[in-house]
């Protein structure tokens, strides 16, 4: 019988050894788990049991001390072990030891004599030595296991190893049957979603909760246009939603239903206390931009928009101190100033025929088939290298789009603009899909990522659709972090007057200021406050696409932008015949040119566009409303096409789409 190493007591002596230690995984040491036969057919199964060893990792042996044979360093140098329990305690004065197990086969490896190995911790130094274990028997009325060793036959000796983790060769583990899987198997899989073949991640760890097992899955950091990123995906381990696992590929592919993979994840991953922390700077700040919007108010003689604060229910007053706090009041003075009396819209028809002379000589003509084509004859076609100038800058993720989803109907409408339009939403989502499609179809990169960043500007109501058609549809391959959402700058409809200080701010109700969007105009003034501009900056962009959502409209369209580029131009005009007006643009801008227009928003002209509205007003201090029957209120509008006025004729280029 060979003599146990524990016997030969290494310098320090094992009485300095702690009586007690407590493991990590204690938690699960309380479950008796038993095996669960599997499907006879390759790779279906039922729920696998726990692992033979909940460490999940195999135990390689650390080198040799000095305080160890040479002969028992070559018996163990190169060998794997798994833990199958961790001795807690002490049994009785004959030196039995009780076990906790961490195995599905506590009778084979608690029952049955022959060689173990302990694993011990001596002043920081990891020893694994031999001991024959005698035998052993399940604990009646306790949830382990009570075995003695060879050459253990006192308390005291017994209270030497207490805390060491029991061990077997890895080669000495059962053979499973056809379907099952240890634990250790699992874990560094590959995930992959069998209908897209997309890579979810790893398998980490393998938990078991009674009904099942659990795998705990780090998504692939590669993929960050992954709405999981950067969080831990919790995938049950049954054959509905894991019908296949490859061990010679290492990989599993799973058939989760919608929403799981998102289940277990928060969308904020900051802790309660930063939460808290962040809602009260933003109180703050609400607060700080209310007290110097009210003061702003008094100096325009707005006061009647204070009313509201003074009665009325809680959720009342606060929405009007958030109306108050969002006005832009540099923005609505200049827009005040430029348009102290009504003007037309800028229109991009009159505005070429004016400066055709000088226009001409930048202009290039092609047909709408042409176009969307985007084929080429190779070099022999005239618009050869614009199209690959425009594909590399793209593909460098020189350029970015916005896309402005247009409040034109509304607009249209005149005194209904005070309700929301409804049935607008599912077409023009219809329309953006078809969009972001054949603008991967025009780069010819249906299989990769797309690299551009994508700016969508839209009415508050209708975020949240972009967003699930994005996410719907895996966001078309554009990486999720490149993509900004923001709502449409708005500014207050005033009342008709020819005298500028005399024009008031309509209110919908006591609570309500009545509102509407500033046109394509007021984007630069959006971009900025967010600071999109700063963030393109950074990123190397160095032109941006400015496109309204509708029929005709196309993005990304590497000729345009080899277009722009060739001539060095500031700004791009893309003119197809039919244009209805300034609520369609499709233009190009160099970001030198967006830098300077973001600073300098006296440049761009508003117009006052009359329309009728309902609205209420203060008469010997009851609230009345006030039905017009003729236009009573001025909505201030801005053109995009006004940014052309700061833009010299020569830095300007035109394409010209014919039907």
């Known amino acids: 019988m060979p003599r146990p190493a524990l016997l030969s007591p290494p310098s320090p002596p094992l009485s300095l050894l702690p009586l007690h230690r407590t493991p990590l995984w204690i938690s699960f040491s309380s479950r008796l788990p038993t ?38 360093e070559e018996e163990v140098e190169g060998s794997k072990f798994v833990e199958v329990g961790y001795i807690s305690t002490t049994h009785g004065i004959r030196g039995e030891l ?127 246009d992954l709405s999981y990123h950067c969080s831990h995906v919790w995938v049950p381990f049954v054959e509905a939603i894991v019908p296949d696992v490859d061990m010679d590929k290492r990989e599993m592919w799973i058939t989760p239903p919608k929403g799981l993979l998102e289940l277990n994840l928060r969308s904020d991953v900051r802790t309660k206390k930063e939460r808290r922390q962040l809602e009260w700077k933003e109180k703050k700040k609400l607060q700080r931009r209310l007290i110097a919007g009210k003061k702003k108010l008094c100096e325009m003689d707005q006061k009647h928009l204070l009313e509201g604060l003074r009665f009325g229910d809680k959720a009342q007053k606060s929405w009007l101190a958030k109306q108050i706090a969002e006005i832009d009041f540099k923005l609505l003075q200049h827009a005040m100033e430029s348009s102290s009396i009504p003007h037309d819209r ?27 084509r985007n084929e080429s004859k190779g070099r022999n076609d005239l618009n050869y290298e614009l199209h690959e100038r425009g594909l590399k800058l793209l593909m460098e993720s020189k350029a970015a789009i916005i896309l402005v989803v247009n409040n034109k109907d509304t607009l249209e409408r005149g005194f209904e603009t005070d309700d929301v339009c409804v049935g607008r939403q599912e077409p023009m989502v219809n329309l953006f899909q078809e969009l972001l499609l054949d603008c991967k179809r025009v780069l010819k990169v249906e299989e990769q990522v797309i690299s551009i960043p994508l700016v969508i500007v839209c009415p508050d109501h209708e975020i949240q659709l972009y967003k699930d058609c994005l996410s719907d549809n895996g966001y078309f391959g554009i990486i999720s972090r490149k993509v900004w959402f923001l709502e449409e700058r708005k500014l207050p409809i005033i009342s008709t007057s020819t005298d500028q200080k005399r024009n008031k701010i309509l209110l919908k109700s006591p609570w309500e200021i009545l509102q509407a969007p500033t046109g394509s105009g007021g984007l630069f ?60 643009f499709d233009l190009i801008f160099s970001m030198r040119f967006i830098n300077s227009i973001s600073k300098q928003f006296d440049r761009l002209q508003f117009c006052a566009v009359p329309e009728r509205h309902l609205h209420v007003e203060q008469v010997d201090n009851e609230w009345t409303t006030v039905h017009p029957d003729k236009p009573n209120s001025y909505h201030l509008h801005c053109s995009i096409y006004s940014t052309l006025n700061g833009c010299p004729l020569d830095n300007i280029c035109i394409m010209q789409v014919m039907e």
């Open 35 to 72: 095996r669960t036969p599997f499907d006879s057919s390759p790779h279906r199964f039922r729920p696998v049991s726990l692992p033979v060893f909940s460490s999940g990792a195999p135990v390689v042996p650390a080198a040799a001390t000095g305080s160890r044979e040479d002969e028992e």
């Open 98 to 224: 009780r076990v906790v197990s961490s195995t599905d086969f506590p009778e084979l490896r608690f029952f049955k004599p022959g060689r173990r190995w302990l694993r011990t911790r001596i002043l920081g130094k990891e020893m694994i030595s031999e001991v024959e274990l005698t035998g052993g028997r399940s604990h009646s009325g306790q949830k382990c296991w009570i075995i003695s060793f060879s050459g253990i036959d006192t308390m005291d000796k017994a209270k030497q190893i207490v805390g060491s983790t029991l061990l077997v060769r890895e080669e000495d583990r059962p053979e499973l049957e056809e379907g099952e899987f240890y634990t250790h198997d699992l874990v560094g899989m590959k995930v992959v979603l069998k209908e897209t073949g997309r890579l979810v991640g790893t398998v980490i760890n393998v938990f078991n909760y009674g009904a099942n097992d659990l795998l705990e899955v780090m998504p692939e950091s590669s993929k960050p």
């Open 346 to 372: 800028h229109n991009l028809s009159e505005f070429i025929d004016a400066n055709s002379a000088v226009l001409l000589k930048n202009t290039m003509r092609l047909s709408h088939k042409y176009l969307m």
């Open 525 to 584: 003034s959006l971009l900025t406050s967010h600071k999109v501009v700063d963030d393109l900056n950074e990123m190397g962009i160095e032109y941006l696409q400015v496109c309204s959502l509708d029929d005709g409209s196309t993005i990304g369209h590497p000729l345009f932008v080899g277009l722009v580029s060739s001539h060095g131009a500031d700004v791009g005009i893309k003119f197809m015949e039919g244009n209805k007006g300034d609520d369609e």
